[in-house]
């Protein structure tokens, strides 16, 4: 809808139908110079892709999406990849429950310094590769639910992370791969 307005430094969209929306893929993507975007009036229901949904908004800075109602969708892959100043998320309403689809979904968030993740549920989950890369400030995840059943892609899922974020993980020992640690030098 807004996909590749790169120049879009403010938007008002609190008059925008949501409800009966089911792909918000790309919604908001490559708008570069968006700083303030209040997403909190979304009816978000019936919504089952989020692919790409903010990435590369690499102005913001915090985006709230505590309203937002996931519970059916499964694909949430890069969906706040490129976002490299937000630094204030709230997903702590996010329901995972059916997602399959996580890949390169944190990429790039290169000011985030904590996650809150404990409420996730990763049952279905298959891919997982670079979920977590190139968050350079990222200190402290807490994924205390991280139960990976099945196979799971999960290569370079904290690469370029932080050594102190990596031996938190690693420590935690959860049922990852040692790829899953590799950095990736693309």
Known sequence: MFNGCESLINLNISEL??????????????????????VTHFITNNMTNMEEMFSDCSSLKKLS??????KNVTNMGSLFSGCSKLNELDISNFDTRNVTNMAFMFEECESINSLNLSHFNFDKVVNMVKIFAKCYSLKDININ???????VLMRYMFSRCPSELKNKIKNKKFNLDDNAFDDDWD
């Not at 999406?65 to 996931?70: G, P, Y």
């Not at 639910?145 to 196979?151: A, E, H, R, S, Y």
């Open 65 to 70: 999406l505590l309203n937002f109602n996931t």
């Open 145 to 151: 639910n991280f139960n990976l059943n099945g196979f």
């Open 17 to 38: 139908k949501t409800n009966k929306v089911t792909n918000m893929e790309h919604m908001f993507s490559k708008c570069l110079f968006l700083k303030n975007l209040n």
